[in-house]
């Protein structure tokens, strides 16, 4: 008994020190020290509730979530590719993911653009200057600004960079975020190598496409079946011109790729296109250039053949390389004939927006987000899957398989997310990536860049020169025309019928307002 009376004072005593200890130990009243104990216990509890909003939450609702891409054709193992990105998006996003590709052109535009004006939903879509039509659907509200997603997920910008990004601006808001790519463009061609090779093309020889004028002609003459040269829609030798567009491709209003020029044009029947116009008219008429050629679509189809010698395309480091992947292992040799320059041309070349009407913007924006940030996800869409359509050589160095027929879209990462993010074939240049930001880095910024036009003043007359572009570009890029003169004549004609000038002046009013904004 004695024992536990001096125990339970040994232990009044010890208590008695401690609080006593506690009191010596701090400057402020008892009520002070049970605030700081409450403060301590708050910002506990603050920070678990913080590391808990920082961890990635998985939706419990399985969501479709569909997906529109513009490319060579819906390869029969797009669906597989599906199942096995679903599986990996399962604790991540937990979506059923669909992907749609429609060929490029015409059959790319008319699905999509109509989908589009109908309301019709659906939750990812590539959208370009020549694809989709960005601007003018953006205007048009059928996709969703995507500033809040981009304030709050800051990942895009990042990656992108803030200028890229915002190069494509609309009325001060982003529609779609940019591939993050080569962010300077040129033009040339993609000779098939084995003919290249037969003829002795000299390619560091070729500074222009009359250069290769010879070769067309002993093409044209030792080659039954293949034609020299393939125009196919914008894709076409036109595009070696470089005008400096303020709108889509086929809406009038542009300048020439030179610093310093202010004064907006129309491109379509300036005198260097005429000529050019002429110089295809020759092609034409020479059978360089097949006759149906104003009809064709589909170039990376087309090329795929190979029944066709010259290409024109933009380029970039290891096009060549590239375009042997997409097209079935046809080698290829670049041709580089413009300089490199920095346009909006690039800010609006390959896009994803979020249409208006998706059900599920949220985890929309979330799957074009991991494009940027997930290595994994992206290389299923650049490449396919390992063991099925390509081996790994190494880390980050793939071999398509010879047997792949199941995915001919391999190696077309350039139209979505973070392309620095994909493997590199076996054939490709390995400090590939590195030459990209030396490309990106030494192109000349055109003076028009960030320049965003406003059609709201000139909406219809956008819409109706726009009409009239397409029925004529097609004949007059491939030299299908009887009378070059006499057709832009009419086409000219048609144009200012159509409130061309009335358009030319808008654009020239808030370029000018522009430039002043600048100095």
Same mark, same amino acid.
């Given at each position: 008994?004695?024992?536990?009376?001096?125990?339970?004072?040994?232990?009044?005593?010890?208590?008695?020190?401690?609080?006593?200890?506690?009191?010596?130990?701090?400057?402020?009243?008892?009520?002070?020290?049970?605030?700081?104990?409450?403060?301590?216990?708050?910002?506990?509890?603050?920070?678990?509730?913080?590391?808990?909003?920082?961890?990635?939450?998985?939706?419990?609702?399985?969501?479709?979530?569909?997906?529109?891409?513009?490319?060579?054709?819906?390869?029969?193992?797009?669906?597989?590719?599906?199942?096995?990105?679903?599986?990996?998006?399962?604790?991540?996003?937990?979506?059923?993911?669909?992907?749609?590709? !429609?060929?490029?052109?015409?059959?790319?535009?008319?699905?999509?653009?109509?989908?589009?004006?109908?309301?019709?939903?659906?939750?990812?879509?590539?959208?370009?200057?020549?694809?989709?039509?960005?601007?003018?659907?953006?205007?048009?509200?059928?996709?969703?600004?995507?500033?809040?997603?981009?304030?709050?997920?800051?990942?895009?910008?990042?990656?992108?960079?803030?200028?890229?990004?915002?190069?494509?601006?609309?009325?001060?808001?982003?529609?779609?975020?940019?591939?993050?790519?080569?962010?300077?463009?040129?033009?040339?061609?993609?000779?098939?190598?084995?003919?290249?090779?037969?003829?002795?093309?000299?390619?560091?020889?070729?500074?222009?496409?009359?250069?290769?004028?010879?070769?067309?002609?002993?093409?044209?003459?030792?080659?039954?079946?293949?034609?020299?040269?393939?125009?196919?829609?914008?894709?076409?030798?036109?595009?070696?011109?470089?005008?400096?567009?303020?709108?889509?491709?086929?809406?009038?209003?542009?300048?020439?790729?030179?610093?310093?020029?202010?004064?907006?044009?129309?491109?379509?029947?300036?005198?260097?296109?005429?000529?050019?116009?002429?110089?295809?008219?020759?092609?034409?008429?020479?059978?360089?250039?097949?006759?149906?050629?104003?009809?064709?679509?589909?170039?990376?189809?087309?090329?795929?053949?190979?029944?066709?010698?010259?290409?024109?395309?933009?380029?970039?480091?290891?096009?060549?390389?590239?375009?042997?992947?997409?097209?079935?292992?046809?080698?290829?040799?670049?041709?580089?004939?413009?300089?490199?320059?920095?346009?909006?041309?690039?800010?609006?070349?390959?896009?994803?927006?979020?249409?208006?009407?998706?059900?599920?913007?949220?985890?929309? !924006?979330?799957?074009?987000?991991?494009?940027?940030?997930?290595?994994?996800?992206?290389?299923? !869409?650049?490449?396919?899957?390992?063991?099925?359509?390509?081996?790994?050589?190494?880390?980050?160095?793939?071999?398509?398989?010879?047997?792949?027929?199941?995915?001919?879209?391999?190696?077309?990462?350039?139209? !979505?997310?973070?392309?620095?993010?994909?493997?590199?074939?076996?054939?490709?240049?390995?400090?590939?990536?590195?030459?990209?930001?030396?490309?990106?880095?030494?192109?000349?910024?055109?003076?028009?860049?960030?320049?965003?036009?406003?059609?709201?003043?000139?909406?219809?007359?956008?819409?109706?020169?726009?009409?009239?572009?397409?029925?004529?570009?097609?004949?007059?890029?491939?030299?299908?025309?009887?009378?070059?003169?006499?057709?832009?004549?009419?086409?000219?004609?048609?144009?200012?019928?159509?409130?061309?000038?009335?358009?030319?002046?808008?654009?020239?009013?808030?370029?000018?307002?522009?430039?002043?904004?600048?100095?």
């Amino acid at each position: 008994m004695k024992f536990k009376r001096y125990l339970c004072l040994a232990l009044v005593v010890v208590f008695t020190m401690a609080i006593a200890l506690t009191g010596c130990g701090s400057s402020g009243s008892s009520s002070e020290t049970s605030t700081a104990a409450s403060t301590a216990a708050e910002s506990s509890a603050a920070a678990e509730s913080s590391t808990a909003e920082a961890a990635p939450t998985v939706p419990a609702e399985t969501v479709d979530l569909s997906w529109y891409l513009v490319g060579p054709q819906q390869d029969p193992d797009v669906e597989l590719i599906c199942q096995k990105a679903n599986e990996y998006l399962k604790d991540k996003l937990n979506v059923n993911l669909k992907l749609s590709v !429609f060929s490029y052109g015409d059959a790319y535009n008319q699905k999509v653009n109509a989908m589009l004006s109908a309301g019709e939903p659906f939750d990812v879509v590539f959208t370009a200057s020549w694809a989709a039509d960005y601007r003018n659907n953006a205007q048009s509200g059928y996709f969703l600004a995507l500033d809040d997603y981009l304030a709050k997920s800051p990942a895009i910008k990042d990656i992108d960079g803030e200028d890229f990004l915002n190069a494509g601006k609309i009325n001060g808001k982003i529609y779609a975020v940019n591939t993050n790519k080569e962010q300077a463009h040129q033009w040339g061609f993609l000779l098939k190598k084995d003919l290249a090779t037969k003829y002795g093309v000299d390619a560091s020889k070729i500074t222009k496409m009359e250069d290769l004028e010879s070769v067309f002609e002993q093409i044209k003459k030792n080659e039954p079946g293949t034609y020299p040269l393939l125009p196919v829609q914008m894709d076409a030798p036109f595009k070696f011109l470089d005008w400096d567009t303020f709108s889509d491709d086929d809406v009038p209003g542009a300048l020439y790729p030179v610093k310093g020029k202010t004064t907006v044009v129309n491109q379509f029947t300036a005198p260097e296109s005429v000529a050019h116009y002429k110089k295809m008219q020759e092609y034409y008429k020479k059978g360089w250039i097949p006759a149906d050629a104003a009809t064709m679509e589909g170039q990376v189809t087309l090329m795929t053949s190979g029944k066709y010698f010259a290409n024109s395309s933009s380029m970039k480091p290891g096009k060549d390389a590239e375009m042997k992947a997409s097209t079935g292992g046809i080698e290829w040799v670049q041709i580089n004939l413009t300089p490199g320059v920095k346009s909006n041309r690039e800010a609006g070349g390959s896009m994803l927006a979020i249409p208006a009407k998706s059900k599920n913007p949220d985890r929309a !924006f979330k799957f074009i987000e991991m494009l940027y940030t997930d290595k994994t996800l992206r290389n299923m !869409f650049s490449f396919g899957l390992e063991g099925v359509h390509y081996d790994k050589v190494s880390e980050n160095v793939i071999k398509l398989r010879a047997d792949n027929k199941g995915y001919a879209s391999a190696g077309n990462g350039w139209r !979505f997310g973070d392309q620095f993010k994909d493997y590199l074939m076996d054939n490709e240049d390995p400090q590939k990536w590195d030459k990209f930001k030396q490309f990106n880095d030494s192109a000349t910024a055109l003076d028009s860049l960030g320049f965003a036009f406003d059609k709201t003043n000139v909406d219809a007359e956008v819409s109706a020169c726009k009409s009239v572009v397409q029925n004529y570009y097609k004949q007059l890029f491939t030299g299908s025309v009887k009378d070059v003169d006499a057709e832009v004549a009419k086409f000219d004609k048609e144009l200012k019928a159509a409130g061309v000038e009335k358009l030319l002046k808008e654009m020239q009013t808030q370029y000018d307002a522009f430039l002043s904004s600048k100095k």
